[in-house]
């Protein structure tokens, strides 16, 4: 079951992920063709671009974390019997589920919330979708570190497994 809820939120994240990206290439390829060729630069290009590598790169991050394959300091745990290893790695997935929980999810609707009357300049966009980002990621971030955490302690992955649940 754990399997299956990471899966689909492999391909969801993957799937959302990878369609944004191709829509910044050709939003990239339009301001290039808008700026040199037609000589009418885009004004909507480039804010586009800055509010899409937001989303993507929170996207992605909580995408990471569900990899387990974010950046991580082993010099101790690396040196400690596998049990204290697997005890280390929740306590890890916890600090990553409270940072989520507290920090993007909390703090993201608040940003969000506040920021929904202040309109970007070229999209006409309210900044408060562009700080939904930080809520959502941290919801999918929080999803995944509930699962690492329950992996970790039912000895489904080991602690010493780097990026352990390939897409």
Known sequence: MINLVRKMLDRTIVAVCSAWLLAMV??????????YLLDVPSTYSEEFLRFSLVWVSMLTMAYVVGLRKHVRFTLFSDKASEQMQR???ILIELAFLAF???VLVQ?????SSITMNQISPSLGLAMGYVYLALPIAGGFLAMYS???????FT??????EEGAQDA
């Open 107 to 111: 703090g993201g609707y608040h940003a």
């Open 100 to 102: 989520a929980v507290f």
């Open 146 to 152: 509930l699962l690492n955490c329950i992996q970790l």
């Open 155 to 160: 000895g489904e992955i080991e602690p010493s």
């Open 87 to 89: 005890y280390w790695q």
């Open 26 to 35: 050709a939003m990239t390829c339009w301001q290039i063709v808008s700026r």
